[in-house]
């Protein structure tokens, strides 16, 4: 089993700037790779970022050039820039013990961290 528990989640302006981490605990020697996902109320749940053990990223689209995510040891990091209203959701750290895809199909979620920003 892996567990991820996220941190880092707050309240911003617009233009500003966050960053979450997730750590990584247990069998991590399983995860292949490693993302974050965003749920905004009254939305689905949408992949945001993910990075594989080779490092390869992959952004949505809505977030390219604002976002970087990043991987060191058993924690991910996403730095988020420019922060618009928009991106105000709660943000989960998932791992991917089986694809291996820098789009990581979930095995294991955090809890979630909620960001907020105001307009």
């Not at 990584?24 to 399983?30: L, N, Q, T, Y």
């Not at 009254?42 to 995510?69: D, M, P």
Request: glycine share 12%; aromatic share 8%.
């Amino acid at each position: 089993q892996v567990q991820l528990v996220e941190s880092g989640g707050g309240l911003v302006q617009a233009g500003g700037s966050l960053r979450v981490s997730c750590a990584a605990s247990g069998s991590i020697f399983r995860i292949k790779a490693m993302g974050w996902y965003r749920q905004a109320p009254g939305k689905q749940r949408e992949l945001v970022a993910g990075i594989n053990k080779s490092g390869s990223t992959h952004y949505a689209e809505s977030v390219k050039g604002r976002f970087t995510i990043s991987r060191d040891k058993n924690t991910v990091y996403l730095q988020m820039n420019s922060l618009k209203p928009e991106d105000t959701a709660v943000y989960y750290c998932v791992a991917d013990d089986l694809s291996g895809s820098n789009k990581p199909q979930p095995d294991y979620w955090g809890q979630g961290t909620q960001v907020t920003v105001s307009s």
